[in-house]
Protein backbone atom coordinates (compact mmCIF):
# COMPACT_ATOMS: atom_id res chain seq x y z
CA UNK A 1 0.00 0.00 0.00
CA UNK A 2 2.74 2.34 0.66
CA UNK A 3 4.39 1.57 -2.51
CA UNK A 4 0.95 2.37 -4.27
CA UNK A 5 0.44 5.64 -2.72
CA UNK A 6 4.06 6.65 -3.36
CA UNK A 7 4.19 6.37 -6.74
CA UNK A 8 0.04 8.27 -6.98
CA UNK A 9 1.63 10.92 -5.41
CA UNK A 10 4.51 11.69 -7.68
CA UNK A 11 1.96 11.91 -10.16
CA UNK A 12 -0.24 14.11 -8.56
CA UNK A 13 3.15 16.90 -7.32
CA UNK A 14 4.15 16.43 -11.01
CA UNK A 15 0.75 18.22 -12.16
CA UNK A 16 0.80 20.67 -9.23
CA UNK A 17 4.23 21.96 -10.65
CA UNK A 18 3.50 22.06 -14.24
CA UNK A 19 1.23 24.77 -14.01
CA UNK A 20 1.51 25.27 -17.93
CA UNK A 21 -0.21 21.72 -18.39
CA UNK A 22 -2.95 22.38 -15.87
CA UNK A 23 -3.54 25.49 -17.44
CA UNK A 24 -3.82 23.93 -21.12
CA UNK A 25 -5.60 20.72 -19.80
CA UNK A 26 -8.35 23.42 -18.24
CA UNK A 27 -9.06 25.80 -21.62
CA UNK A 28 -9.18 23.38 -24.09
CA UNK A 29 -12.31 21.37 -22.73
CA UNK A 30 -13.85 25.02 -21.90
CA UNK A 31 -13.41 25.74 -25.58
CA UNK A 32 -15.04 22.53 -26.63
CA UNK A 33 -18.01 23.20 -24.48
CA UNK A 34 -18.48 27.19 -24.85
CA UNK A 35 -17.34 27.35 -28.26
CA UNK A 36 -18.75 24.38 -30.21
CA UNK A 37 -21.79 24.00 -27.94
CA UNK A 38 -23.09 27.43 -28.76
CA UNK A 39 -22.29 26.79 -32.08
CA UNK A 40 -24.44 23.68 -31.99
CA UNK A 41 -27.25 24.91 -29.98
CA UNK A 42 -29.75 26.11 -32.55
CA UNK A 43 -29.48 22.75 -34.74
CA UNK A 44 -29.19 20.44 -31.66
CA UNK A 45 -31.86 21.93 -29.90
CA UNK A 46 -34.16 22.45 -32.58
CA UNK A 47 -33.80 18.93 -33.74
CA UNK A 48 -34.13 16.76 -30.14
CA UNK A 49 -34.98 19.49 -27.51
CA UNK A 50 -31.51 19.46 -25.75
CA UNK A 51 -29.29 21.91 -24.88
CA UNK A 52 -25.97 21.69 -26.79
CA UNK A 53 -24.27 23.32 -24.33
CA UNK A 54 -25.04 20.80 -21.17
CA UNK A 55 -24.59 17.82 -23.77
CA UNK A 56 -21.24 19.39 -24.72
CA UNK A 57 -20.37 19.68 -21.11
CA UNK A 58 -21.77 16.08 -20.31
CA UNK A 59 -19.25 14.66 -22.79
CA UNK A 60 -16.54 16.88 -22.68
CA UNK A 61 -15.90 16.43 -18.54
CA UNK A 62 -16.23 12.54 -19.43
CA UNK A 63 -13.84 12.44 -22.67
CA UNK A 64 -11.33 14.84 -20.68
CA UNK A 65 -10.69 12.45 -17.73
CA UNK A 66 -10.85 9.39 -20.13
CA UNK A 67 -7.84 11.35 -21.85
CA UNK A 68 -6.37 12.77 -18.82
CA UNK A 69 -5.69 9.23 -17.40
CA UNK A 70 -4.71 7.77 -20.71
CA UNK A 71 -2.14 10.49 -21.60
CA UNK A 72 -0.71 10.65 -18.54
CA UNK A 73 0.25 6.51 -18.64
CA UNK A 74 2.65 8.17 -21.60
CA UNK A 75 5.16 9.14 -18.68
CA UNK A 76 5.36 5.65 -18.39
CA UNK A 77 7.31 5.34 -21.41
CA UNK A 78 9.39 8.77 -20.06
CA UNK A 79 10.51 6.23 -17.21
CA UNK A 80 11.40 3.43 -19.59
CA UNK A 81 13.99 5.29 -21.32
CA UNK A 82 15.59 7.03 -18.30
CA UNK A 83 15.56 3.52 -16.67
CA UNK A 84 13.26 4.91 -13.95
CA UNK A 85 10.74 1.83 -14.41
CA UNK A 86 13.83 -0.51 -13.70
CA UNK A 87 14.36 1.13 -10.47
CA UNK A 88 10.89 0.69 -9.54
CA UNK A 89 10.86 -3.22 -10.63
CA UNK A 90 13.58 -4.06 -8.44
CA UNK A 91 11.10 -2.94 -6.12
CA UNK A 92 9.91 -6.26 -3.80
CA UNK A 93 6.21 -5.10 -4.68
CA UNK A 94 4.38 -6.70 -7.36
CA UNK A 95 4.05 -5.33 -11.08
CA UNK A 96 0.19 -4.83 -10.61
CA UNK A 97 1.03 -2.98 -7.59
CA UNK A 98 3.66 -1.10 -9.09
CA UNK A 99 1.08 -0.16 -12.69
CA UNK A 100 -1.74 0.62 -9.71
CA UNK A 101 -0.23 3.13 -8.14
CA UNK A 102 0.39 4.25 -11.72
CA UNK A 103 -3.28 4.31 -12.55
CA UNK A 104 -4.43 5.35 -9.03
CA UNK A 105 -1.64 8.77 -8.91
CA UNK A 106 -3.00 9.88 -13.04
CA UNK A 107 -6.75 9.23 -11.93
CA UNK A 108 -6.29 11.61 -9.16
CA UNK A 109 -4.41 13.92 -11.51
CA UNK A 110 -7.76 13.37 -14.16
CA UNK A 111 -10.51 14.06 -11.18
CA UNK A 112 -8.14 17.19 -10.16
CA UNK A 113 -9.00 18.28 -13.86
CA UNK A 114 -11.88 17.44 -13.76
CA UNK A 115 -13.31 19.25 -10.68
CA UNK A 116 -11.74 22.46 -11.83
CA UNK A 117 -13.70 22.36 -15.46
CA UNK A 118 -16.56 22.02 -13.53
CA UNK A 119 -16.23 25.07 -11.42
CA UNK A 120 -14.76 26.70 -14.38
CA UNK A 121 -17.43 25.70 -16.69
CA UNK A 122 -20.77 26.01 -14.83
CA UNK A 123 -21.19 29.82 -14.72
CA UNK A 124 -21.45 29.64 -18.45
CA UNK A 125 -25.45 28.48 -18.49
CA UNK A 126 -25.06 24.96 -18.07
CA UNK A 127 -28.06 23.19 -16.62
CA UNK A 128 -26.58 20.52 -13.84
CA UNK A 129 -28.31 20.08 -10.87
CA UNK A 130 -25.83 19.15 -7.83
CA UNK A 131 -27.15 15.76 -7.55
CA UNK A 132 -26.44 15.00 -10.91
CA UNK A 133 -22.82 15.81 -10.53
CA UNK A 134 -23.27 13.52 -7.70
CA UNK A 135 -24.66 10.75 -9.73
CA UNK A 136 -22.07 11.13 -12.14
CA UNK A 137 -18.94 10.71 -9.95
CA UNK A 138 -19.03 6.59 -9.76
CA UNK A 139 -19.13 7.21 -13.82
CA UNK A 140 -16.36 9.67 -14.07
CA UNK A 141 -14.23 7.60 -12.38
CA UNK A 142 -14.74 4.48 -14.03
CA UNK A 143 -14.25 6.51 -16.86
CA UNK A 144 -10.50 7.52 -15.01
CA UNK A 145 -9.95 4.21 -14.52
CA UNK A 146 -10.62 2.77 -18.11
CA UNK A 147 -8.85 5.09 -19.83
CA UNK A 148 -5.79 4.34 -18.05
CA UNK A 149 -6.27 1.12 -18.70
CA UNK A 150 -6.62 2.04 -22.30
CA UNK A 151 -3.51 4.23 -22.34
CA UNK A 152 -1.45 1.49 -20.47
CA UNK A 153 -1.88 -1.11 -22.81
CA UNK A 154 -1.55 1.39 -25.66
CA UNK A 155 1.33 2.78 -24.24
CA UNK A 156 3.43 -0.66 -23.17
CA UNK A 157 3.55 -2.06 -27.05
CA UNK A 158 5.39 1.17 -28.13
CA UNK A 159 8.67 2.01 -28.47
CA UNK A 160 9.48 5.29 -27.57
CA UNK A 161 7.48 8.44 -26.23
CA UNK A 162 7.53 10.25 -29.78
CA UNK A 163 5.61 6.99 -31.04
CA UNK A 164 3.17 7.11 -28.27
CA UNK A 165 2.33 10.68 -28.66
CA UNK A 166 1.31 10.33 -32.50
CA UNK A 167 -0.13 7.08 -32.16
CA UNK A 168 -2.27 8.19 -29.06
CA UNK A 169 -3.81 11.03 -30.86
CA UNK A 170 -4.78 9.03 -33.69
CA UNK A 171 -6.79 6.68 -31.31
CA UNK A 172 -7.92 9.52 -29.13
CA UNK A 173 -9.48 12.00 -31.66
CA UNK A 174 -11.62 9.36 -33.84
CA UNK A 175 -13.42 8.85 -30.14
CA UNK A 176 -14.45 12.28 -30.18
CA UNK A 177 -16.17 12.01 -33.07
CA UNK A 178 -17.74 8.30 -32.78
CA UNK A 179 -17.87 8.35 -29.31
CA UNK A 180 -20.92 11.25 -29.11
CA UNK A 181 -18.63 13.60 -26.87
CA UNK A 182 -20.78 16.95 -28.48
CA UNK A 183 -23.33 15.58 -30.08
CA UNK A 184 -25.01 12.24 -29.23
CA UNK A 185 -24.65 9.61 -31.67
CA UNK A 186 -27.95 7.66 -32.36
CA UNK A 187 -27.31 6.41 -36.12
CA UNK A 188 -24.46 5.29 -38.12
CA UNK A 189 -23.52 3.77 -41.47
CA UNK A 190 -22.52 0.93 -40.87
CA UNK A 191 -18.65 1.08 -41.48
CA UNK A 192 -18.68 3.87 -38.83
CA UNK A 193 -20.81 2.08 -36.32
CA UNK A 194 -18.11 -1.19 -36.03
CA UNK A 195 -15.62 1.44 -35.27
CA UNK A 196 -17.62 3.49 -32.39
CA UNK A 197 -18.83 0.01 -31.50
CA UNK A 198 -15.22 -0.61 -30.10
CA UNK A 199 -14.34 2.63 -29.21
CA UNK A 200 -13.99 2.78 -25.74
CA UNK A 201 -14.71 6.36 -24.92
CA UNK A 202 -18.60 6.00 -26.18
CA UNK A 203 -19.14 3.54 -23.38
CA UNK A 204 -17.87 6.02 -20.97
CA UNK A 205 -19.16 9.40 -22.32
CA UNK A 206 -23.04 7.36 -22.34
CA UNK A 207 -22.98 6.36 -18.72
CA UNK A 208 -22.11 9.52 -17.48
CA UNK A 209 -24.84 11.41 -19.25
CA UNK A 210 -27.10 8.79 -18.47
CA UNK A 211 -26.03 9.77 -14.49
CA UNK A 212 -26.72 13.17 -15.75
CA UNK A 213 -29.85 13.29 -17.27
CA UNK A 214 -31.21 10.38 -15.04
CA UNK A 215 -34.76 11.88 -14.44
CA UNK A 216 -34.90 14.05 -16.95
CA UNK A 217 -37.51 14.22 -19.94
CA UNK A 218 -34.41 14.18 -22.08
CA UNK A 219 -32.89 11.01 -21.09
CA UNK A 220 -33.64 9.15 -24.29
CA UNK A 221 -32.34 11.64 -26.56
CA UNK A 222 -29.14 12.18 -24.69
CA UNK A 223 -28.64 8.55 -23.82
CA UNK A 224 -27.91 6.07 -26.72
CA UNK A 225 -27.10 2.56 -25.16
CA UNK A 226 -28.28 2.53 -21.68
CA UNK A 227 -25.99 2.48 -17.99
CA UNK A 228 -26.48 -1.62 -17.92
CA UNK A 229 -24.96 -1.88 -21.07
CA UNK A 230 -22.36 0.91 -20.54
CA UNK A 231 -21.21 -0.76 -17.17
CA UNK A 232 -20.92 -3.88 -17.91
CA UNK A 233 -18.15 -3.43 -21.55
CA UNK A 234 -16.55 -0.80 -19.17
CA UNK A 235 -16.14 -3.21 -16.73
CA UNK A 236 -14.88 -5.81 -19.32
CA UNK A 237 -12.50 -3.56 -21.13
CA UNK A 238 -10.99 -2.56 -17.79
CA UNK A 239 -9.93 -5.99 -16.80
CA UNK A 240 -8.78 -6.98 -20.22
CA UNK A 241 -6.66 -3.95 -20.97
CA UNK A 242 -5.29 -4.04 -17.29
CA UNK A 243 -4.46 -6.89 -17.48
CA UNK A 244 -2.63 -6.77 -21.03
CA UNK A 245 -0.95 -4.14 -20.70
CA UNK A 246 0.69 -5.22 -17.27
CA UNK A 247 1.50 -8.33 -19.03
CA UNK A 248 2.82 -6.77 -22.36
CA UNK A 249 4.70 -3.51 -20.61
CA UNK A 250 6.43 -6.30 -17.79
CA UNK A 251 7.50 -8.50 -21.18
CA UNK A 252 8.97 -5.49 -22.96
CA UNK A 253 11.08 -4.44 -19.46
CA UNK A 254 12.09 -8.08 -18.98
CA UNK A 255 13.18 -8.63 -22.54
CA UNK A 256 15.28 -5.13 -23.14
Not at 96 to 114: M, W
Not at 147 to 153: E, I, R
Not at 227 to 234: C, R, T
Request: some cysteine; charged content about 10%.
Amino acid sequence: MNALLTIAQRDLTKLLRDRLRLGVNLIFPLMLVVGLGNVLRPTLGKATGLDAVTVAFTGVLAATMFQSTAAGMISLVEDRETDFSRELFVAPVSRFVLVGGKLLGETLVAATQGALVVLIALPFGIHITGAGLALAAGPLLLCCLVGGAFGLATIAALPNQRSAMQIFQFLIIPQYVLGGVLVPVQTLPVYLAVVAAISPLRYGVDLARSAFYAGSPHYRQAVTLGPWIDVVVLAGLLTALLVAGVALFEYRERSR
